[in-house]
């Protein structure tokens, strides 16, 4: 494989601080009426995904390769970073409009110090309605076993462990810095010692890379009550090089399982908005996803914000800026005289979700591949 040159484009740029202007509709409302909260598509607000930080100790060719995030790339610094108070507090406005589900990734998020403090934070909070959020984590692994169970004794509900390969060279190619798949393996198991009893293990298919692990992973986790997802190649960022071609239907994937493993049968969505596709066992009712995120899009039900590490809030996961609320929670702007009030973090929310339309997976060409986009890294997935 040849070398492949890409010029570095800092994409953490900011659109202008958010206005904290109410809208009449949300003003009208009562707090316990999240579900006025919709987009220009009728899309409500749902899931956050709050990136931790933009480090990761893997380099995955489709994510983080190595000619790109090499030791001289310009990691956020500390100050930059959002405090775990501060990003419990902007969660809370989150959950005060309608947000249920709450995701913490990365990067790594077990490379943030300390981060079950702040998962201990964000297990505090209720719904309108007095509910406790659904709280949940992605992760490589490689430091599961090592926080599993100060992971779960903090609140965090749920995990979701990527791996991409159950054959270790395959898996060492995909991670790029030689990390064995046998040392994750260890990790769910840590992680299901603890007492997480549902974990998801996602595998990102690259085809010609790792399309071959499909079955074994399938066979390797059959038996086990780990749900394997299998997720299509996409063309976050610009510097994983995406091709259209390296893009594996989920189809296809069904079909392998199906004829290589066991007969399926299709389940219904756990929620409206859920993106996995969900099929189960005929011999044994065991589950197994897929996401078809290039090939069926499901934009139309998309119910997920992202907050970055440094307080960038974005609609989409293909989005090129953010909406500045670090700014509002430190108060720092022009003219600002202070930190916004709950209130007013709630309206510049609201004033970035209603008028939001989104829709890049569903007009996916090779024009708008060309545009500038967030890296993975950066937001998380």
């Not at 076993?145 to 609140?155: C, D, E, I, M």
């Not at 996409?234 to 239907?249: H, I, Q, R």
């Not at 993106?275 to 011999?283: G, H, N």
């Amino acid at each position: 494989m040849t070398d492949r040159v890409v010029q570095l484009v800092d994409t953490r740029k900011r659109n202008s601080v958010p206005s904290m202007l109410m809208p009449a509709a949300l003003a009208a409302s009562s707090a316990s009426s999240p579900s006025l909260l919709k987009d220009q598509r009728g899309r409500a607000l749902h899931d956050l995904r709050i990136s931790v930080t933009d480090r990761c100790n893997f380099r995955c060719v489709y994510c983080m390769p190595k000619h790109v995030f090499g030791s001289d790339y310009p990691y956020l610094k500390q100050p930059e970073l959002l405090s775990f108070e501060e990003v419990r507090r902007i969660a809370g406005q989150f959950v005060a409009l309608g947000v249920e589900k709450i995701r913490l990734t990365g990067g790594e998020p077990l490379l943030r110090r300390h981060l079950e403090n702040l998962i201990e934070l964000l297990a505090d909070l209720r719904t309108p309605a007095g509910k406790a959020l659904d709280l949940t984590l992605t992760t490589n692994g490689s430091l599961l076993r090592k926080k599993a169970v100060a992971l779960k004794q903090a609140g965090l509900k749920r995990l979701t462990v990527s791996l991409d390969a159950i054959d270790d060279a395959v898996f060492r190619r995909m991670n790029d810095v030689d990390f064995s798949v046998g040392d994750v393996l260890d990790g769910i198991q840590a992680a299901h010692e603890a007492g997480f009893d549902d974990i998801k293990v996602n595998m990102v298919v690259k085809k010609g890379w790792n399309d071959d692990q499909i079955i074994p992973m399938a066979r390797h986790f059959h038996d086990t009550p780990h749900t394997v997802r299998f997720i299509e190649y996409m063309d976050v960022g610009a510097s994983n090089g995406w091709k259209m071609e390296e893009v594996l239907p989920s189809r296809d994937v069904i079909e392998r399982i199906a004829d290589g493993v066991a007969p399926l049968r299709t389940l219904e969505p756990n929620y409206p908005g859920e993106v996995a596709q969900r099929w189960q066992y005929e011999d044994n009712g065991h589950e197994v996803g897929v996401i078809s995120s290039v090939t069926q899009a499901f934009c139309s039900t998309c119910t997920r914000a992202r907050l970055s590490t440094e307080g960038q809030l974005y609609t989409c996961l293909f989005a090129s800026r953010g909406h500045d609320l670090r700014t509002l929670l430190r108060g720092n702007g022009p003219g600002m005289k202070g930190p916004a009030s709950d209130e007013q973090l709630r309206a510049a929310i609201a004033n970035i979700w209603l008028p939001r339309g989104d829709r890049y997976s569903e007009i996916r060409t090779a024009e708008t591949q060309a545009r500038e986009r967030i890296e993975m890294s950066y937001i998380g997935g």
